[in-house]
């Protein structure tokens, strides 16, 4: 890989050595022959090709797939760059070299560039549809094993941002450690006594629990599954002391009357688990 684009993928928060090693990985699925494309193209043949959007949406993973091309030998010209709103009909990479290894590195470069574009597709219909509001969508941990950094990479692409990373990085206070700690206060502080400095996030099922977490300190309060009248009463009664996030149910027809209930963020399991692929085909030129 070489040295810029490596940087590229730093600043895109992604670390290089992980990506080149997921590619690596997807390339591996393949085997070692292309048994269709050996017997018909001779190891000298060329071709050059176009990765075109067929849809409208918003891009994202052009760097990723630039790993692919990069440890197969195929030249690359980007034409779009991730975040970019697309219209079907548009160039976003132009690729040439030997025609073996473009068609290798074809099915690849499309699986990881389709299922990014569409996360970050279906990220920017939320974002658009809370516009104007304080809210912003927010990811979860439902995403698919080994493709967390991507798939978070993508919600930012698409105008999201991101919950934690993994389970190291904040704690969130659930129904079970709740039952096992034995109320919401003492979850709360068994966490604090132990990680001091530690972003902490109380799940809130009732009103009562929201009143019961402001009283311990929670600064970050995720609303379970309430109602638009029961998430508007959190935002009153918080007033501001806490974040608050709504979660559960949420769906695109309803986002912007959560939104406008004054909460921070709407939390959207859907963005990574259930993004439908963007269209992107390659074609010969």
């Keep these: 890989m070489t040295p810029e684009l490596e940087e590229r993928l730093r600043a895109a928060g992604l670390d290089p050595q ?8 997807a390339l591996a699925e393949d085997g070692e022959t292309d048994v269709t ?26 760097p990723v797939a630039e790993v692919v091309f990069e440890l ?58 809370i516009a104007g509001t304080k809210a ?21 692409c ?47 099922d009732t009103l009562d629990q929201v009143d019961e977490a402001i009283a311990a300190g929670a600064t970050a309060i995720l609303l379970d599954n309430m109602t638009d009248a029961e998430t508007a009463e959190a935002v009153r009664r918080v007033a501001g002391r806490a974040e608050l996030e709504a979660s559960g149910g949420l769906t ?7 939104a406008v209930t004054g909460v921070d963020y709407l939390a959207v399991g859907a963005l990574t688990h259930s993004a439908r692929v963007f269209d992107i085909g390659l074609d010969f030129t």
């Design 18 to 25: 992980a990506v080149e090693n997921l590619v690596r990985t």
């Design 37 to 62: 494309s050996e017997p018909i193209f001779a190891p000298g043949d060329v071709a050059s090709g176009d990765f075109t959007a067929r849809e409208d949406g918003v891009v994202a993973g052009i």
């Design 72 to 129: 197969l030998e195929v030249g690359y010209e980007a034409k779009a760059a991730d975040g970019d709103r697309v219209t079907a009909g548009q160039v976003l990479l132009t690729v040439s070299g030997r025609t073996r290894a473009v068609l290798r590195a074809e099915r690849t470069a499309l699986n990881l560039v389709t299922h990014l574009s569409g996360i970050a597709t279906e990220t920017r219909r939320w974002a658009d549809a």
């Design 136 to 156: 912003r969508v927010r990811d979860t941990r439902k995403t698919l094993p080994g493709l967390r950094a991507l798939q978070k990479y993508a919600v930012r």
């Design 158 to 204: 698409g105008g999201g941002v991101n919950h934690r990373m993994g389970l190291h990085d904040a704690a969130l206070i659930k129904d079970n450690h709740v039952a096992a700690a034995g109320s919401v206060t003492r979850a709360f502080h068994a966490i604090r006594t132990v990680y001091p400095a530690l972003h902490v996030q109380v799940e809130c």
């Design 252 to 258: 695109l027809d309803r986002a912007r009357d959560v």
